[in-house]
RNA sequence: GCCCAAGUGGCGGAAUAGGUAGACGCACAGGACUUAAAAUCCUGCGGGUGUAAUAACCCGUGCCGGUUCAAGUCCGGCCUUGGGCACCA
């Protein structure tokens, strides 16, 4: 077989004959629109991971059109991007020279791979008649006041020389390159996506799409429900807002917490503090994000002198500034609860804020007629063995740290020194926290009644100072004192309030879960649901907050200095205004440069082109804006435009919209999950809204195709060049079909797969196996042959139906069957042969079109129609299923399918091994599941 | 730290309304064809005990426990790996 020969005869023939043009206007077929990822033409040509989500759509997409589906399958090029512009900057050549030779590579080698795309329909992003109508949808959204142009912190790169989207900033580096990237106030064109985010979020509801691509774009909006409430500084008009999930903790609150880039701060900072907040301020903003992150062990703040007033209880609390708490979130401001915050407790004790506990956790079981008290649980540490004091009461209660009740007109600290004291002689102990209160109930063995405490705990710690001296214990005090590790507390303290206390010992402040309300008048105890909303409505009554809906996800930042992107449409009037360009003079077309170096200050290359750059509208001066779009701009609708793509009225027709929408497939990377999938959504959202498109969401069933890994099972790339994988040297050496067939037998298209090439070798010959069995064999007969039937009809069956749902790895094995089953034959009739063509063919186009021709077929095999099965062939008469005694497996017996329980039981109690293990025993039952098993139960 | 996904032979992976674990392929071993090799075709192939060979038995789907006549599949608790978020109030 002459792979070349016969690859290169029908992408010939496919294009001559436009065997894969959609007929976009035909509405009487149901239709089919799959999608793939468009790829960045780079200068390296397709990967190895290409080919894979591209052979699971063509597979697809053949499949349908043999169906009798109207499908639409386009494919282009997302060409706007860096590279083309380093490559100008290095050789002065336009970038375009560049791009186009890439696409032309792109395309061959597509093409060279045989995927069925109509190219007539082919866009790319950098072309100005597609990205006419980008700037169009940017004016819209600009009209709409969903694109800002407003000066606000973004991030600065400034090894790109460039600002930087959030979703392209990783751990406070570049995606690109991995370069620092930092804070910088900067005037910036935005997209407020987050106008959209109720409707992102909402919209993910009625998606077929990966669960976890779901729910990383859930988390990304980052919805909370929570109060705004106002907080009035003392002694000025001055007031601010906090933003709060938990408002029912508000009589709590011991102090607020301004972002240092707040704007209250220089108004309200009393004279004496404004030369600390000021350089705190200055250490703050030039910390970059990587460094903001990286330290936020301690916490650091500076107070203002000032006094917020807490709403419910007026008392006056003081306001820090700190870097904790963030700009850009909420409101920029906090109200501080340190007793139920593990931030805001680190902070207060630093700076000695008080910490009132309002929250109470409740253990134990409630019952009825209970005794209350008063106690306490003390924790006394050794830091120098790292071990913790515990009492050993054996059988007559496990391990406890030391319990006892407070007396009358004892405070809950002298009786915890007492009781460490008298149990265990231990004096001059040094207080480490004290912990919150814990309400227990419980059951008294001894004094067989119920309590209910409120507990306090006590974390102590062994000083130098520390004394320890006899003990006089009463009789009934039988323990022993032991030293133990962390781990044989957490193993052996079983007591509820015991272990809960412990655990606040080593993590201070951490109680923030449900629990009920103290300390708090109108909410003592109320749960948190309740609270909250009690909270709010007194809060709203009194004018003093609301409820309030806050996300995470922030302004997108549209705007890049850079060359090759899409002009933003827009003109500085020199007095300020902005006008737009007028739609009739879109596209507004970039201009050719000299030097396509961009510059350490931020300025964008075009500044250069000075003739461009200044223009006069209506007879006044202004600029253009020299900012480009983001590479996230023209891949956020190039769906819309492959189903009207030389339209020069709109940016598609609104009835092929309407037939063509929403896309039914769409295959790509998982990597793309809040940048282009986020962005599509929303753009498509807004277009929705504006009534230029007719639905809402864009893309109906999504898949992620798995990443191939080299054969280290590591991803191929440049740190491990000699175990990539070129797929044009794989075309070369076996052909497209062993590479597309090689790639879909490789494992579930989701998964990540390592390369292997003796599985391609296998996947040849397999090929070649099928290749002889056509060719070289002479079993091809008109007869029928029953041998061959029911697995004829089981195969059509399970690749139909594994197609659909993608599962092309079990297609294949199933195929595979077929030809093993084939093979043992004398005679292959031909109508099986040729339905066997059909179904190898969305995988293999290029050799099924071969022997579908070689057979005496005239039209291509694309054109014909999918073989379909016949359900009453499948069904087996006889089966051979398992007997099982107790469970194990003893024997298998075949059985006619409609064999009666009475007999099927009969034949597995008739079979030598069950015997066997039956002899002697008393069957209890016998469990007949039909068809599938027997189990005999014996005593 | 929080959220999500996944752990099955030497390897890639099959099998989930709970019902004979390891389909199919790779690798490996043996055989046929050949002067020979390659290619091709056929057979075997989870680990162990056992047998001349069969038979038969035991163990086995990351670990521990549970539910069930029956668990890779369901439940509880861990461990490991991958991904996402991370001072988000």
Same mark, same amino acid.
């Given at each position: 077989?002459?792979?070349?020969?016969?690859?290169?005869?029908?992408?010939?023939?496919?294009?001559?004959?436009?065997?894969?043009?959609?007929?976009?206007?035909?509405?009487?077929?149901?239709?089919?629109?799959?999608?793939?990822?468009?790829?960045?033409?780079?200068?390296?040509?397709?990967?190895?991971?290409?080919?894979?989500?591209?052979?699971?759509?063509?597979?697809?997409?053949?499949?349908?059109?043999?169906?009798?589906?109207?499908?639409?399958?386009?494919?282009?090029?997302?060409?706007?991007?860096?590279?083309?512009?380093?490559?100008?900057?290095?050789?002065?050549?336009?970038?375009?020279?560049?791009?186009?030779?890439?696409?032309?590579?792109?395309?061959?080698?597509?093409?060279?791979?045989?995927?069925?795309?109509?190219?007539?329909?082919?866009?790319?992003?950098?072309?100005?008649?597609?990205?006419?109508?980008?700037?169009?949808?940017?004016?819209?959204?600009?009209?709409?006041?969903?694109?800002?142009?407003?000066?606000?912190?973004?991030?600065?790169?400034?090894?790109?020389?460039?600002?930087?989207?959030?979703?392209?900033?990783?751990?406070?580096?570049?995606?690109?390159?991995?370069?620092?990237?930092?804070?910088?106030?900067?005037?910036?064109?935005?997209?407020?996506?987050?106008?959209?985010?109720?409707?992102?979020?909402?919209?993910?509801?009625?998606?077929?799409?990966?669960?976890?691509?779901?729910?990383?774009?859930?988390?990304?909006?980052?919805?909370?429900?929570?109060?705004?409430?106002?907080?009035?500084?003392?002694?000025?008009?001055?007031?601010?807002?906090?933003?709060?999930?938990?408002?029912?903790?508000?009589?709590?609150?011991?102090?607020?917490?301004?972002?240092?880039?707040?704007?209250?701060?220089?108004?309200?900072?009393?004279?004496?503090?404004?030369?600390?907040?000021?350089?705190?301020?200055?250490?703050?903003?030039?910390?970059?994000?990587?460094?903001?992150?990286?330290?936020?062990?301690?916490?650091?703040?500076?107070?203002?002198?000032?006094?917020?007033?807490?709403?419910?209880?007026?008392?006056?609390?003081?306001?820090?500034?700190?870097?904790?708490?963030?700009?850009?979130?909420?409101?920029?401001?906090?109200?501080?609860?340190?007793?139920?915050?593990?931030?805001?407790?680190?902070?207060?004790?630093?700076?000695?804020?008080?910490?009132?506990?309002?929250?109470?956790?409740?253990?134990?079981?409630?019952?009825?007629?209970?005794?209350?008290?008063?106690?306490?649980?003390?924790?006394?540490?050794?830091?120098?063995?790292?071990?913790?004091?515990?009492?050993?009461?054996?059988?007559?209660?496990?391990?406890?740290?030391?319990?006892?009740?407070?007396?009358?007109?004892?405070?809950?600290?002298?009786?915890?020194?007492?009781?460490?004291?008298?149990?265990?002689?231990?004096?001059?102990?040094?207080?480490?926290?004290?912990?919150?209160?814990?309400?227990?109930?419980?059951?008294?063995?001894?004094?067989?009644?119920?309590?209910?405490?409120?507990?306090?705990?006590?974390?102590?710690?062994?000083?130098?100072?520390?004394?320890?001296?006899?003990?006089?214990?009463?009789?009934?005090?039988?323990?022993?004192?032991?030293?133990?590790?962390?781990?044989?507390?957490?193993?052996?303290?079983?007591?509820?309030?015991?272990?809960?206390?412990?655990?606040?010992?080593?993590?201070?402040?951490?109680?923030?879960?449900?629990?009920?309300?103290?300390?708090?008048?109108?909410?003592?105890?109320?749960?948190?649901?309740?609270?909250?909303?009690?909270?709010?409505?007194?809060?709203?009554?009194?004018?003093?907050?609301?409820?309030?809906?806050?996300?995470?996800?922030?302004?997108?930042?549209?705007?890049?200095?850079?060359?090759?992107?899409?002009?933003?449409?827009?003109?500085?009037?020199?007095?300020?205004?902005?006008?737009?360009?007028?739609?009739?003079?879109?596209?507004?077309?970039?201009?050719?440069?000299?030097?396509?170096?961009?510059?350490?200050?931020?300025?964008?290359?075009?500044?250069?082109?000075?003739?461009?750059?200044?223009?006069?509208?209506?007879?006044?001066?202004?600029?253009?804006?020299?900012?480009?779009?983001?590479?996230?701009?023209?891949?956020?609708?190039?769906?819309?435009?492959?189903?009207?793509?030389?339209?020069?009225?709109?940016?598609?027709?609104?009835?092929?919209?309407?037939?063509?929408?929403?896309?039914?497939?769409?295959?790509?990377?998982?990597?793309?999950?809040?940048?282009?999938?986020?962005?599509?959504?929303?753009?498509?959202?807004?277009?929705?809204?504006?009534?230029?498109?007719?639905?809402?969401?864009?893309?109906?069933?999504?898949?992620?195709?798995?990443?191939?890994?080299?054969?280290?099972?590591?991803?191929?790339?440049?740190?491990?060049?000699?175990?990539?994988?070129?797929?044009?040297?794989?075309?070369?050496?076996?052909?497209?079909?062993?590479?597309?067939?090689?790639?879909?037998?490789?494992?579930?298209?989701?998964?990540?797969?390592?390369?292997?090439?003796?599985?391609?070798?296998?996947?040849?010959?397999?090929?070649?196996?099928?290749?002889?069995?056509?060719?070289?064999?002479?079993?091809?007969?008109?007869?029928?042959?029953?041998?061959?039937?029911?697995?004829?009809?089981?195969?059509?069956?399970?690749?139909?139906?594994?197609?659909? !749902?993608? =599962?092309?790895?079990?297609? #294949?094995?199933?195929?595979? &069957?077929?030809?093993?089953? /084939?093979? *043992?034959? %004398?005679?292959?009739?031909?109508?099986?042969?040729?339905?066997?063509?059909?179904?190898?063919?969305?995988?293999?186009?290029?050799?099924?079109?071969?022997?579908?021709?070689?057979?005496?077929?005239?039209?291509?095999?694309?054109?014909?129609?999918?073989?379909?099965?016949?359900?009453?062939?499948?069904?087996?008469?006889?089966?051979?299923?398992?007997?099982?005694?107790?469970?194990?497996?003893?024997?298998?017996?075949?059985?006619?399918?409609?064999?009666?329980?009475?007999?099927?039981?009969?034949?597995?109690?008739? !079979?030598? =091994?069950?015997?066997?293990? #039956?002899?002697?025993?008393? &069957?209890?039952?016998?469990? /007949?599941? *039909?068809? %599938?098993?027997?189990?005999?139960?014996?005593?």
């Amino acid at each position: 077989m002459n792979t070349k020969e016969i690859e290169e005869k029908w992408i010939k023939y496919w294009e001559e004959n436009e065997t894969f043009k959609t007929d976009i206007n035909d509405f009487s077929k149901p239709k089919f629109y799959a999608l793939d990822m468009f790829p960045y033409p780079s200068g390296v040509g397709l990967h190895a991971g290409h080919p894979e989500g591209y052979t699971a759509t063509d597979i697809v997409c053949r499949m349908k059109k043999m169906q009798g589906y109207n499908v639409l399958h386009p494919m282009g090029f997302d060409s706007f991007g860096l590279p083309a512009e380093q490559y100008a900057i290095k050789t002065g050549n336009h970038p375009a020279k560049f791009t186009n030779e890439n696409i032309a590579t792109f395309k061959h080698q597509l093409k060279t791979l045989g995927f069925s795309y109509d190219w007539q329909r082919e866009i790319s992003t950098s072309d100005a008649s597609y990205y006419k109508w980008t700037q169009w949808i940017f004016k819209r959204l600009y009209e709409k006041g969903l694109a800002k142009y407003v000066d606000m912190p973004v991030n600065w790169c400034e090894e790109l020389g460039t600002v930087l989207s959030n979703d392209e900033v990783i751990n406070g580096k570049s995606e690109r390159g991995g370069y620092p990237v930092v804070r910088k106030n900067m005037k910036q064109w935005v997209i407020d996506i987050p106008k959209y985010a109720e409707k992102l979020l909402n919209g993910l509801d009625n998606l077929d799409w990966p669960l976890s691509t779901k729910e990383i774009q859930k988390n990304w909006i980052g919805k909370s429900i929570g109060a705004l409430v106002t907080f009035k500084v003392a002694g000025t008009k001055e007031e601010f807002k906090v933003f709060t999930t938990r408002c029912d903790t508000l009589f709590g609150a011991t102090y607020c917490v301004l972002s240092p880039e707040h704007e209250l701060v220089e108004k309200i900072t009393v004279p004496s503090q404004k030369e600390e907040v000021a350089k705190y301020q200055k250490e703050c903003s030039l910390k970059s994000d990587l460094e903001r992150t990286e330290l936020n062990k301690e916490k650091t703040g500076v107070f203002l002198g000032a006094y917020a007033i807490n709403p419910v209880n007026q008392k006056e609390i003081p306001i820090y500034i700190s870097d904790y708490v963030l700009a850009s979130y909420g409101t920029g401001a906090i109200m501080a609860v340190p007793a139920h915050d593990e931030r805001d407790y680190d902070f207060a004790q630093k700076f000695n804020i008080p910490i009132i506990q309002v929250l109470e956790e409740v253990t134990g079981e409630v019952h009825e007629n209970e005794t209350k008290k008063n106690s306490i649980v003390a924790i006394v540490y050794d830091e120098e063995k790292d071990l913790y004091l515990t009492l050993n009461w054996h059988e007559l209660g496990g391990r406890l740290f030391i319990g006892g009740t407070i007396k009358e007109n004892e405070s809950a600290t002298s009786c915890a020194l007492r009781e460490i004291k008298e149990e265990t002689g231990w004096e001059n102990l040094e207080l480490v926290h004290t912990l919150p209160i814990i309400n227990h109930h419980y059951y008294a063995y001894n004094k067989d009644k119920y309590f209910n405490i409120e507990s306090t705990g006590f974390f102590f710690k062994i000083t130098k100072n520390s004394i320890k001296s006899e003990t006089n214990l009463d009789d009934d005090e039988k323990f022993d004192i032991e030293w133990v590790p962390k781990d044989v507390i957490e193993n052996e303290v079983k007591d509820s309030l015991h272990a809960k206390t412990f655990y606040y010992a080593l993590n201070p402040g951490a109680m923030e879960g449900d629990g009920s309300h103290i300390n708090s008048e109108f909410l003592n105890g109320l749960n948190k649901e309740e609270a909250i909303k009690k909270m709010i409505e007194w809060l709203e009554e009194k004018g003093l907050g609301k409820k309030q809906v806050n996300y995470r996800l922030r302004e997108w930042i549209f705007a890049r200095q850079r060359y090759w992107g899409e002009p933003i449409p827009v003109v500085h009037m020199d007095d300020g205004s902005i006008k737009l360009v007028p739609d009739e003079d879109l596209p507004l077309v970039l201009p050719e440069l000299e030097d396509y170096s961009p510059s350490k200050t931020g300025a964008s290359p075009l500044e250069k082109a000075t003739n461009w750059v200044n223009v006069t509208v209506d007879g006044q001066k202004g600029k253009r804006e020299t900012s480009t779009m983001p590479g996230s701009a023209g891949s956020s609708w190039y769906f819309l435009r492959y189903i009207d793509p030389h339209n020069d009225e709109k940016l598609a027709d609104y009835k092929l919209l309407e037939h063509w929408m929403p896309v039914d497939l769409y295959v790509g990377g998982p990597e793309h999950a809040v940048g282009h999938l986020l962005y599509s959504r929303m753009w498509n959202n807004f277009l929705y809204d504006e009534g230029i498109v007719p639905y809402a969401e864009p893309f109906k069933k999504l898949v992620h195709q798995g990443m191939i890994l080299g054969s280290n099972g590591i991803k191929m790339g440049k740190r491990y060049p000699e175990y990539s994988v070129n797929p044009m040297d794989i075309v070369d050496q076996y052909g497209a079909d062993t590479l597309r067939f090689y790639e879909m037998f490789m494992g579930p298209l989701q998964a990540d797969k390592p390369w292997n090439d003796n599985g391609v070798v296998g996947s040849k010959k397999f090929l070649d196996r099928v290749w002889n069995l056509y060719i070289n064999e002479n079993k091809l007969t008109d007869n029928d042959n029953k041998n061959l039937e029911k697995i004829y009809h089981k195969t059509i069956k399970k690749v139909t139906n594994d197609y659909e !749902t993608l =599962n092309f790895n079990t297609a #294949i094995s199933q195929m595979m &069957i077929f030809i093993n089953a /084939v093979y *043992k034959e %004398k005679e292959y009739p031909r109508y099986m042969a040729l339905d066997f063509l059909k179904l190898l063919n969305p995988i293999c186009p290029f050799i099924t079109e071969e022997l579908w021709q070689r057979l005496g077929n005239d039209a291509s095999i694309a054109n014909a129609s999918w073989p379909v099965w016949d359900e009453s062939k499948i069904v087996d008469d006889q089966i051979e299923i398992g007997v099982q005694v107790n469970g194990k497996l003893r024997a298998s017996i075949t059985i006619d399918v409609d064999l009666s329980e009475e007999e099927i039981k009969n034949k597995a109690l008739d !079979t030598d =091994n069950v015997k066997k293990h #039956i002899e002697g025993k008393e &069957i209890v039952k016998i469990i /007949v599941i *039909k068809n %599938k098993i027997v189990n005999i139960v014996v005593k």
